[in-house]
Structure formats: C-alpha cells, structure tokens
C-alpha cells in the first residue's frame, strides 16, 4: 500500500522536520518555535549546538543525538517515541534537515511505519545564496559536499562538466581554495561563478566572477578562508542532447548534398562532437533517401 493510503501507527505520533536558522537567530519561523515548544522529544544532530538554540528559546527539552554516524541505531528508539504517541522534532546543527545532512533514514522508517512525517520549512543555504546570486535558477543541481580528496573532486566535477543546470555546492573554508583550483582544471578559470560566505551572518559575502579571478580574490582576501560556503556555477552552455542531434541532422542533409557520405560524416562529427559511425550510418540513408 502507498505510504500516502496508510494509517498511523499511533494517531499522536508524529515526525516534524524543522529547519533551523544558518547564522542570525531571527531567522527562525514562529511556526518552527511552537513546533519545538511542544515536542516531546528533539532528535539533533548536535546536541550540544541545538541545545544553545533551545536555551536561546527558554526551552528545556529531552534531546536525542542523531548524525551520520548513529542514525541507523537510533531509528527504532525514535520510532518508539512515536508509537507512544509523542511528536519528534529533527532538526540539523544549521538550515533544512537532510539537505546534505542526516536525517534520510529516519524520514523514509517512519513514512514506511505509517506514522505523518510533516516539513517545517525555513532557512536553507542553498535556496538563500540562489536567491542572491544572479544566476539562472528554472534550472538547478544541487550535489552538496564533493569529495574531500582531490582526485574523487576532480572526477566528480568532470560528471558535470556539460550539465546546463546551474551547480551548487557546499565547501568547507579550509577545502575552498583547493575546489576552486580543481574547478579551474576540469571547467576552466572563465566559467562564471559566485561564491556565499556566512550568508545570514554578520560577515556574509559574495564573490562573483569568472572563476579565475575568484580565486585570486579569495588568496587576496584576509577572511577568504573562514565560514562555510555556497559554490555556485553557471551551467555549460554548449549544445545539448536533442538540439545537437537536430542540429547535426540539419548539417549532414546540407553536406550529403555536395560532399561524398564519408566526409560529410567525418565534418559533422567534429562539430558535433558526435560518433562517427553513426553520423556515417545516417548519411547514407539520406543520400539513399
């Protein structure tokens, strides 16, 4: 059965997903107050950060560390508390649980248990430096934290290399300088960038430009290497897939017309970027048409 056409397990238990602010405390929904005023019990992934929020909000609440490296653990304690009828809060140490955070286990056991898993929606870096950033947003991918290690960064960047939607990435400070060098190896030091920097706090900055002067700027900048960051890229904005394959056809019917099958073949595969066995396989079937 769906898990939209199920019934809860306890009609009192229920998961709430609060996002939490990423830097200025204002930034907090009153709905998202009242949610973590009456739950019964917030699992965290920090404990000891979420708890500063709590005290922040006059809150004393029992408090449940769940991260990366325990979620699976505590699933069945968190499904207990629900099947007892209590409400659950989640929240992160900043922004929206499960964007590039923990959380995914818990939200796909409890809407698999039947218990009414409900968003608490708010602050979200990645939606924030968008916002800001100048540029193209009908079209994103979010892929979160690369690889730490150059080579898997490297590989992972060379995957979107040709991809037209706008990226966006988070980066450590200490890891910034090293991304935005390999950026420059697989995507070139033109490609048009803009970086977030503590965005919502009190030193928040963006860094816009071709990707080359970017990294000059923040090696130039004495605060360059602090904060967390939002990377954002502008999509390659070469031919894609079907527009290619219309173009190249378009080329290949002018070519046939005045070239031998071979050549025009061999021609539009290198403007094309297209095999040339099937190019050859195409033109012959209009020369023959």
């Not at 920090?46 to 408090?63: A, E, F, I, P, Y």
């Given at each position: 059965?769906?898990?939209?056409?199920?019934?809860?397990?306890?009609?009192?238990?229920?998961?709430?997903?609060?996002?939490?602010?990423?830097?200025?405390?204002?930034?907090?929904?009153?709905?998202?107050?009242?949610?973590?005023?009456?739950?019964?019990?917030?699992?965290?992934?920090?404990?000891?950060?979420?708890?500063?929020?709590?005290?922040?909000?006059?809150?004393?609440?029992?408090?449940?560390?769940?991260?990366?490296?325990?979620?699976?653990?505590?699933?069945s304690q968190i499904l207990d508390a629900l099947s007892q009828g209590q409400s659950v809060a989640?929240?992160?140490?900043?922004?929206?649980?499960?964007?590039?955070?923990?959380?995914?286990?818990?939200?796909?056991?409890?809407?698999?248990?039947?218990?009414?898993?409900?968003?608490?929606?708010?602050?979200?870096?990645?939606?924030?430096?968008?916002?800001?950033?100048?540029?193209?947003?009908?079209?994103?991918?979010?892929?979160?934290?690369?690889?730490?290690?150059?080579?898997?960064?490297?590989?992972?960047?060379?995957?979107?290399?040709?991809?037209?939607?706008?990226?966006?990435?988070?980066?450590?400070?200490?890891r910034i300088a090293d991304f935005m060098e390999d950026l420059i190896d697989v995507l070139g030091?033109?490609?048009?960038?803009?970086?977030?920097?503590?965005?919502?706090?009190a030193f928040e900055t963006f860094y816009a430009g071709p990707a080359g002067e970017l990294l000059?700027?923040?090696?130039?900048?004495?605060?360059?290497?602090?904060?967390?960051?939002?990377?954002?890229?502008?999509?390659?904005?070469?031919?894609?897939?079907?527009?290619?394959?219309?173009?190249?056809?378009?080329?290949?019917?002018?070519?046939?017309?005045?070239?031998?099958?071979?050549?025009?073949?061999?021609?539009?595969?290198?403007?094309?970027?297209?095999?040339?066995?099937?190019?050859?396989?195409?033109?012959?079937?209009?020369?023959?048409?």
């Amino acid at each position: 059965m769906p898990s939209s056409e199920r019934t809860p397990v306890s009609p009192g238990g229920q998961l709430y997903v609060v996002a939490t602010p990423i830097g200025n405390l204002d930034d907090l929904t009153e709905r998202a107050r009242q949610v973590l005023a009456k739950a019964d019990l917030v699992a965290a992934e920090d404990t000891r950060h979420s708890g500063r929020l709590l005290n922040h909000l006059g809150l004393n609440k029992q408090m449940l560390a769940l991260h990366d490296h325990n979620e699976r653990a505590r699933v069945s304690q968190i499904l207990d508390a629900l099947s007892q009828g209590q409400s659950v809060a989640l929240v992160s140490d900043a922004g929206t649980p499960l964007i590039s955070d923990p959380g995914y286990i818990l939200v796909r056991e409890a809407r698999a248990a039947g218990y009414p898993v409900s968003p608490i929606p708010g602050a979200c870096a990645l939606v924030a430096a968008l916002s800001a950033a100048g540029l193209p947003t009908d079209q994103f991918l979010f892929a979160g934290f690369l690889p730490a290690k150059r080579v898997g960064r490297k590989t992972a960047l060379e995957s979107f290399k040709h991809q037209p939607a706008t990226l966006v990435f988070y980066e450590s400070p200490h890891r910034i300088a090293d991304f935005m060098e390999d950026l420059i190896d697989v995507l070139g030091a033109d490609r048009e960038c803009v970086l977030g920097r503590e965005l919502t706090k009190a030193f928040e900055t963006f860094y816009a430009g071709p990707a080359g002067e970017l990294l000059s700027e923040l090696k130039a900048d004495p605060h360059g290497s602090k904060g967390e960051f939002v990377v954002m890229i502008r999509g390659w904005e070469g031919e894609q897939g079907a527009e290619a394959s219309v173009d190249a056809d378009k080329l290949l019917a002018m070519l046939v017309k005045e070239l031998p099958v071979k050549k025009a073949a061999r021609i539009v595969a290198d403007v094309c970027g297209l095999g040339k066995n099937e190019l050859y396989q195409r033109a012959l079937e209009m020369k023959e048409g």
